[in-house]
C-alpha cells in the first residue's frame, strides 16, 4: 500500500519552455507532498512542502515563481518547472506524507533542459 | 533545526562480509528516523524506521538500526552483504513534534561492494 506514482520518469525540454511533473498517491489519500530536487551523487534537497487545497510552502531559496506547486486535489499534486533553463536539469522526487508517521516516495522525474 | 550526517561518503565492503553505515543527527526531541535505499536513476525505498519503542529496528533485506540517544546515532547494519546491496543509503529525521513533517537527508553513503 501507500504508493505514489510519478510522471514521466525522463524529460528532456528546449530551454524556455516549461515542464510539469505528475505525483499521484494511488491507493491513499495524500493531504501533505513534499517535492525535493537531487544533485548527481548529491543528497535530496526539500524545495517545497504542499498541502491540498492551500498554497505550498517554499524552501529558502527556490524561486516560487520558477517551481511552480499545485495540490489541488487529495491525490494529485504537480510541480511546474517554468521557463527552464540548463541549470534547471535535475532529479525531481515527490514524496507524500503517509499517516501517522511515515513517508512513501515517487520513482523521480529526470529533467535535461537543452 | 533537525540535521543529519552520514560521516562516510563511500564504503566499500567484500561480498559476505558486514556492514555498518553511520548516522549522527541533531534535534531537539525524540526524533523520527528513516534509512532509505536508492539505485541510481530511481526513487527511494524505506528501509526501516523508528518512531518509539524498541531502539533495534529490524527492516527489509536484513538489515537492522540501532538508536542510541546518547549518542545520537542511528547506524544501519547488515551481518552478510550481497553483491545486490551496493547502492546509496541515505538516512532521514523526521520532527515528532509536527514542524512541518518534513524530513531532512544526510549526505548519503554509496556503497560497493566487491565480489
Known amino acids: 500500500g501507500a504508493v505514489v506514482s510519478q510522471h514521466p520518469s525522463w524529460v528532456i525540454c528546449k530551454s524556455g519552455t516549461s515542464v510539469k511533473i505528475e505525483c499521484r498517491s494511488l491507493d491513499f489519500q495524500a493531504t501533505t507532498m513534499f517535492w525535493y530536487r537531487q544533485f548527481p551523487k548529491q543528497s535530496l534537497m526539500l524545495m517545497a512542502t504542499?498541502?491540498?487545497?492551500?498554497?505550498?510552502?517554499?524552501e529558502q531559496g527556490v524561486e516560487k515563481d520558477k517551481f511552480l506547486i499545485n495540490h489541488a486535489s487529495l491525490t494529485l499534486s504537480t510541480l511546474t518547472v517554468t521557463s527552464a533553463h540548463p541549470e534547471d536539469s535535475s532529479f525531481y522526487i515527490c514524496?507524500?506524507?503517509?499517516?501517522?508517521?511515515?513517508?512513501?516516495f515517487g520513482s523521480g522525474t529526470r529533467l535535461t533542459v537543452v | 533545526a533537525q540535521s543529519v550526517t552520514q560521516p562516510d561518503i563511500h564504503i566499500t565492503v567484500s561480498e559476505g562480509a558486514s556492514l555498518e553505515l553511520r548516522c549522527n543527527y541533531s534535534y531537539g526531541a525524540t526524533p523520527y528516523l528513516f534509512w532509505y535505499v536508492q539505485s541510481p536513476g530511481q526513487g527511494l525505498q524505506l528501509l526501516l524506521k523508528y518512531f518509539s519503542g524498541d531502539t533495534l529496528v529490524q527492516g527489509i533485506k536484513g538489515f537492522e538500526a540501532e538508536f542510541k540517544r546518547s549518542q545520537s546515532s542511528f547506524n544501519l547494519r547488515k551481518p552478510s552483504v550481497h553483491w545486490s546491496d551496493a547502492a546509496e543509503y541515505f538516512c532521514a529525521v523526521g520532527a515528532s513534534n509536527g514542524g512541518g513533517n518534513k524530513l531532512t537527508f544526510g549526505t548519503g553513503t554509496q556503497l560497493k561492494v566487491e565480489l
Open positions: 514524496s507524500a506524507r503517509v499517516p501517522p508517521s511515515g513517508y512513501t
Open positions: 504542499s498541502n491540498e487545497g492551500s498554497k505550498a510552502t517554499y
